[in-house]
């Protein structure tokens, strides 16, 4: 099992960065894949970025491709990710996931262990 905290939300203006991270308990992050899922208010959670336990493949979704990077450090038990460019439409609450697999799993659904979300408002 695998408990995660998110933190570097905050409120930020169109254009501009903002770099969140998840912070996992445990000695075996390394063994779990990892997303990035966001919701905003009145809308389903969305698929942001995900990538492989080794860090070796990475996948985002449409809206963030070029503007959003996923990383890790697993040696740091963290998880990263990038957010430039920012638009009012990337306002939401940010959530990190995990869950034990080789793949990178794009589905909310695939995902056993969720933080607890830090909210992310971009002003226009």
């Known amino acids: 099992q695998v408990q995660l905290v998110e933190s570097g939300g905050g409120l930020v203006q169109a254009g501009g960065s903002l770099r969140l991270s998840c912070a996992a308990s445990?000695?075996?992050?390394?063994?779990?894949?990892m997303g990035w899922f966001r919701q905003a208010p009145g809308k389903e959670r969305e698929f942001v970025a995900a990538?492989?336990?080794?860090?070796?493949?990475?996948n985002s979704a449409d809206s963030v491709k070029g503007r959003f990077t996923i990383s890790r450090d697993n040696a740091k038990n963290t998880g990263y990710l990038q957010m430039n460019s920012l638009k009012s439409e990337d306002t939401a609450v940010y959530y990190c996931?995990?869950?034990?697999?080789?793949?990178?799993?794009?589905?909310?659904?695939?995902?056993?262990?969720w933080g607890q979300g830090t909210q992310v408002t971009v002003s226009s």
């Open positions: 996931a995990a869950d034990f697999s080789l793949e990178l799993l794009s589905r909310a659904r695939d995902y056993r262990y």
């Open positions: 445990g000695r075996t992050f390394g063994s779990y894949a």
């Open positions: 990538i492989t336990r080794s860090g070796s493949s990475t």
